[in-house]
């Protein structure tokens, strides 16, 4: 069965408050509204758009606050930043996500999702060849549409 949104974000909210009691930081509304409007998108997102999304819906949060959040959500590995490109830096919420790669349409920055187990049978594939246990990797494609 399939869990619903609000059941995710109760579980991403135990592990955020977990990961911030153990680090020793403050569990503050302002970081639990950041988190709960990243588990609210649906699609990849910058730290400027999250922060205008923010400002649109009346929260009150600096964007250094959003910069930080971001860090510690980094770190506690419940979202994942790419780098697409040209663009700044590109964030997706990790929690529950199935495993995908990337294809980015470079003549309009357009990012394209996509599952390949073949992908992922070579990336265990090497991990074992070098000793590894891949716990998660990144791959991107970058290029333009062809015309038949």
Not at 53 to 60: S, V
């Amino acid at each position: 069965m399939k869990k619903s949104k609000k059941d995710i974000y109760e579980e991403v909210r135990e592990i955020f408050t977990d990961y911030l009691r153990v680090q020793n930081y403050r569990k503050t509304q302002g970081r639990y509204d950041i988190l709960f409007e990243i588990y609210s998108i649906e699609e990849h997102f910058e730290v400027e758009t999250l922060y205008l999304t923010l400002k649109n819906k009346n929260y009150h949060i600096s964007r250094a606050t959003i910069y930080n959040t971001i860090d510690l959500l980094l770190e506690c590995g419940l979202i994942v930043k790419h780098s697409f490109g040209n663009k700044a830096g590109s964030y997706e919420k990790a929690y529950g996500a199935n495993q995908h790669d990337h294809i980015i349409n470079l003549e309009n920055q357009d990012v394209i999702e996509f599952q390949d187990s073949r992908i992922y049978d070579i990336v265990k594939s090497i991990g074992e060849q070098y000793g590894f246990n891949i716990t998660h990797y990144s791959f991107t494609l970058f290029g333009k549409k062809s015309v038949k």
